[in-house]
């Protein structure tokens, strides 16, 4: 069998790059919402469905007792509020704006989208691509769930992180997308204190800097050996 390769289409922060909605988006309402606000919530029916102009909106997954995961992060071109559309059901996350500047939103009727469905080639196509992405991602989390160590999953988060969210300066790269250890703790399944062990390693390591809150990745290809390393099943 051969090594496994995580691919940037595994990446929880989806782009979807060169798509564009004209039909969907022509005329219709993009408003500005801010970190934290909630466009619905999880098992809840909307009327409109939602294409992110800019910003990053969170799926999440959250429990009557507060704890929450979250699913996929979706960036610019992305659609949401959807699945209703084809089941009738509601909707299975919970929708939340993250990016710090908050997040410019289109806000589609349902009716409209589903003419658009029926007719728009270029919508089908778009909707398609995208579910081909998250459900690749899926399947990689259910991945790492099931069999990789706990220093694998966070490095996964950063690799990812550092692909994405980050610029050059000589040979570190920096991450200019701020987190915390909790964010990462929601994403991957992991306690903040698993998290923030991790992280720790890597830095003493030297794989990871913190300066002035920010992270840098020192040696890429270092961070790169401790993803793809031999998997293990944590009791």
């Known amino acids: 069998m051969t090594d ?20 969907l988006t022509s005329g ?19 009327d409109d469905v939602f294409i992110v102009q800019h910003g990053r909106v969170a799926m999440c997954l959250c429990t009557p007792s507060g704890g929450m995961r979250i699913a996929v992060i979706l960036n610019d071109e992305c659609m949401f509020g959807h699945q209703t559309l084809f089941d009738q059901n509601p909707n299975s996350c919970q929708a939340q704006v993250i990016s710090d500047e908050g997040a410019s939103i289109y806000i589609i009727p349902k009716a409209l989208v589903q003419e658009k ?33 706990s220093e694998s999953r966070v490095c996964f988060y950063l690799m990812h992180m550092a692909d994405q969210y980050s610029y050059q300066q000589g040979t570190q790269q920096i991450l200019h997308l701020r987190f915390t250890h909790q964010d990462i703790a929601d994403a991957s399944g992991l306690s903040r204190v698993c998290v923030s062990n991790v992280i720790s390693g890597l830095i003493k390591d030297n794989v990871l800097l913190k300066k002035a809150g920010t992270y840098m990745v020192l040696d890429i290809e270092k961070l790169r050996d401790r993803l793809n390393s031999p998997a293990a099943i944590e009791l």
């Open 4 to 23: 496994r390769i995580f691919y940037q289409e595994d990446s929880p922060w989806v782009e979807m790059k060169g798509l564009s909605w004209p039909s």
């Open 28 to 46: 219709q309402v993009c408003k500005h919402f801010p970190k934290g606000y909630i466009l619905y919530n999880q098992q809840e029916f909307c």
């Open 117 to 149: 469905i029926n007719s728009d080639y270029d919508v089908i196509y778009n909707m398609l691509a995208q579910s081909n992405k998250i459900n690749r991602m899926l399947l990689t989390q259910i991945e790492l769930m099931s069999f990789q160590r």
